[in-house]
Every structure is written in C-alpha cells, then in structure tokens.
C-alpha cells in the first residue's frame, strides 16, 4: 500500500510569512502526528490529529495550528515565520489506538527554510 | 520533564556488535520505540518493547527493563549500511501518540 506522503518537500519562505504543509496518511490510518526536527532539539513533537479532532499537543507557540479533513489528511500552518522555524516538518499516520502499540509511519517529510 | 537520554555518536567496525543505550524517566511509561533514520529521509520503524526483555528481529535486538528506565538496541553482523541515526522514543500514558525522543545516536560503521 501506499506510504505516507507529505507536500511540498521543498519550501522557501522569508520571515513574518506564512505556510502551510500537507500530509496524507497510509490509507485506513485516522492518527495523523506531526513533528518537528532540528539538529539541536531532534524530534519534538508538534500535535497528533484523530477523527478530525486535535488529540495532544506539545509545547509550541499558538503560530502552529492543525487540522484533520474528513478523509484524514491533514495540515500544518506555521504564521508569522521565524527564522527558527527552519526545519524538517515530518508526519507520521497510525491507526489511531492510544495505548497499544500503535507504530507510527514517517513520511519524507518537508524542509522549511526560513530566511 | 520526560527526557531521554541517549549517547550522540558511535563508531563500529563492519561485522562486529554495537549496542545502543537509551534511558528515560519511569513515571508513566507506556511503551518505546526505535527508530532508524539515514540522512535525508524518514525514520523508520525497528522495534517496539512493552515488557521486560528482550525483543529479536533478524540483526536487530532491543532490551527493556521497565523498573530501571533503560532500553538499548544491539545491532548484529554490522554493515555498511547500518550506519545511521538511531532514535529512542517513549509513549506515556495520557499522551496519546505522541511520542518524545531522544536525540539520536549517529552510528557510522566503518572498514
């Protein structure tokens, strides 16, 4: 089956801009999470959407907002960009149940630059 | 907080055996995961630990001992291609799928 997809995976933007990234998720898959990687901090997570719902969600200024369609995908929307932004944007799909293991599959994920 | 702790690099020799540490705080342990990642791409599922002991899968083995915070990964017949960051990740209860991860350990195999 087809993996998890992510668009764009290249993305410029300049400071106080703002942009959106997409995912789609392995098909059947209703978790969709998102994280952020950096050299200094490595993986952080972002927020994981369930059933369209917002389930959790780290510790990242309100500029990070989701959301999760009716056919799973979903979006990030980082605005007002900082230059630390910069960054690997990566989502991951599961099926959803919280608690068990649930593996969680990585897409390419899309590299933001911020100048 | 719920920090993981893992060592930043290693180096190993093609053929031998590398283990890999990964401690992290017990309060709320759910389960973890490791995760291999080559530079420019995704991570990767290698494995999952839930109970003590230990997990085989071909080359590739992980530990867990719940009471003591601490996994490692051990990495068998190294080759080349191994060489990669590996990343040790913790679920917690009431968190859902989030998963928070150590840094990763950047793993070069050489000659």
């Known amino acids: 089956k087809a993996g998890v997809t992510q668009t764009p995976r290249y993305l410029i933007k300049t400071r106080g801009q703002q942009v959106t990234l997409s995912c789609s998720p392995i098909s059947g898959h209703r978790s969709v999470s998102w994280y952020q990687q950096t050299p200094g901090q490595g993986l952080q997570f972002l927020f994981e959407?369930?059933?369209?719902?917002?389930?959790n969600k780290g510790n990242f200024p309100g500029r990070f907002s989701g959301r999760q369609f009716s056919n799973s995908r979903s979006e990030m929307n980082v605005s007002t960009l900082e230059l630390g932004d910069s960054a690997l944007y990566l989502c991951a799909s599961s099926w959803g149940t919280s608690g068990m293991r649930d593996e969680q599959f990585f897409g390419p994920g899309t590299r933001l630059t911020v100048l | 907080g719920q920090n993981i702790d893992q060592p930043t690099e290693m180096t190993a020799t093609e053929g031998a055996i590398v283990q890999i540490n990964c401690t992290y705080q017990?309060?709320?342990?759910?389960?973890l995961f490791w995760y291999q990642q080559h530079a420019g791409e995704a991570p990767t599922f290698l494995s999952y630990?839930?109970?003590?002991g230990l997990e085989e899968k071909g080359r590739f083995s992980s530990f867990l001992s719940r009471s003591k915070g601490y996994s490692y990964l051990l990495l068998k017949e190294l080759q080349m291609k191994d060489s990669a960051s590996y990343l040790c990740?913790?679920?917690?209860?009431?968190?859902?799928?989030?998963?928070?991860f150590g840094t990763g350990t950047q793993l070069k195999v050489e000659l």
């Open positions: 017990t309060s709320g342990f759910n389960g």
């Open positions: 630990n839930v109970l003590d």
């Open positions: 959407y369930f059933s369209e719902t917002q389930r």
């Open positions: 990740a913790v679920s917690f209860t009431g968190g859902g799928n989030k998963l928070t």
